[in-house]
């Protein structure tokens, strides 16, 4: 396997840093995150211009095509400048499971307005109850009384990130079954603003937007055929590992952000009239950060190829394994990163620190490091 960046990985890189530096600089994130919406329409629009926002969209449907590995710069950029769009939330989970579960009508609908930054998607998967379980699906979904065609939800998803900015949310639902059953899956479009439809709107520790979607009788399109739980169920999965390629490369963003605020620190600051970083047990400990760093990185690239083929003879395993990883290394490296910083790594005027909580929520999100870690264990027995 090859760890390096292509050249067109890399100048894709070196463009989309320079957009972040204009839009994310620490300075004007805090603008952003301040603001009603906890984003920047200008950053979004921008985004789309540079065609980032049609990666992983088929072309047939008015995207750039790709998948996993053409969206790695992308997300490390966005972990690197912490950025607050919601492209994990549209382009990545919500996109995909419209690619993997719609009818070509419901594609030629939806994926071209994604692939040009006009249309928001969102994913509501996750539940309250779940506790990592990836097909713990309590929501349900039945026929209008009548015998109508159509289909209304109950129950409630949290958290669903950037539900509030959504022009439409996909929503995972059971149409029979038990919760955590493979079976019985299926996968509706639900208008935020429709009857029956309500936000409560928060923000997670590391300032993204999120929302809990409650449903009591919300009419919702299915996506594809109800009847076809196989398929179903396969977009589900294909959500979920492409959201966890993403996370973990946007996890390698918030290290390397954190690596070279501290290498810099740690060249500049001064005590009792010597440099810090000329101090062996800092030394030491800035060499264990840049390991990690490199371990992850090539961790991200293992998981964005096991997401692109899921057929592999490593696919399996090496999923949930750059997440364990990935976490594992994340929060050891962002938590020295504050301790050789002291005091003002605390802060939230500090990019440090807040690197640290994009990596608490992230390494959450699709199962935290102890979740990864069991169920690589189930796989051995």
Not at 266 to 290: N, P
Not at 313 to 337: F, N, Q, W
Not at 345 to 354: D, I, R, S
């Amino acid at each position: 396997m090859n760890f390096n960046l292509s050249e067109e990985q890399q100048l894709l890189s070196d463009s989309l840093q320079r957009l972040l530096q204009d839009h994310y600089a620490f300075n004007k994130r805090k603008a952003i995150v301040d603001s009603e919406t906890g984003s920047s329409p200008r950053a979004w629009a921008q985004l789309a211009r540079m065609g980032v926002t049609g990666l992983g969209i088929p072309e047939a449907f008015g995207g750039l095509g790709g998948g996993n590995a053409e969206r790695l710069v992308v997300m490390q950029c966005f972990g690197r400048f912490l950025v607050q769009e919601p492209y994990l939330a549209s382009v990545v989970l919500g996109a995909t499971a419209v690619r993997e579960a719609g009818s070509d009508a419901q594609k030629r609908v939806v994926l071209p307005g994604v692939a040009n930054g006009e249309v928001k998607l969102a994913w509501a998967h996750d539940e309250d109850a779940a506790g990592h379980d990836a097909l713990w699906v309590e929501v349900r979904a039945s026929r209008d009384e009548g015998g109508g065609r159509g289909w209304r939800l109950d129950g409630v998803k949290n958290p669903v990130l950037h539900a509030h900015s959504a022009d439409r949310i996909v929503v995972t639902a059971r149409i029979s079954g038990e919760p955590g059953d493979d079976a019985g899956l299926a996968l509706f479009i639900v208008d935020p603003k429709a009857v029956g439809v309500s936000l409560r709107r928060n923000r997670l520790i590391d300032d993204t937007p999120a929302a809990e979607l409650s449903l009591a009788g919300a009419p919702a399109e299915p996506l594809g055929d109800t009847a076809d739980g196989t398929r179903a169920l396969a977009a589900i999965r294909t959500t979920q590992a492409d959201g966890t390629a993403a996370a973990c490369a946007d996890m390698v963003g918030a290290m390397e952000s954190a690596f070279e605020l501290t290498r810099d620190y740690l060249k500049t600051r001064k005590q009792f009239g010597k440099l810090i970083g000329e101090y062996q047990a800092l030394r030491h400990r800035l060499a264990d950060m840049s390991v990690a760093l490199e371990v992850s990185r090539s961790m991200a690239i293992a998981a964005a190829v096991a997401a692109d083929d899921p057929t592999g003879a490593d696919s399996t395993t090496d999923l949930p394994r750059a997440k364990l990883v990935i976490g594992r290394h994340a929060r050891m490296l962002c938590e020295a990163a504050i301790q050789s910083h002291g005091g003002i790594g605390m802060t939230l005027e500090y990019a440090v620190g807040n690197s640290l909580r994009r990596v608490h929520v992230l390494d959450q999100l699709f199962g935290d490091s102890h979740v990864q870690a069991a169920r690589l264990a189930a796989m051995q027995a």
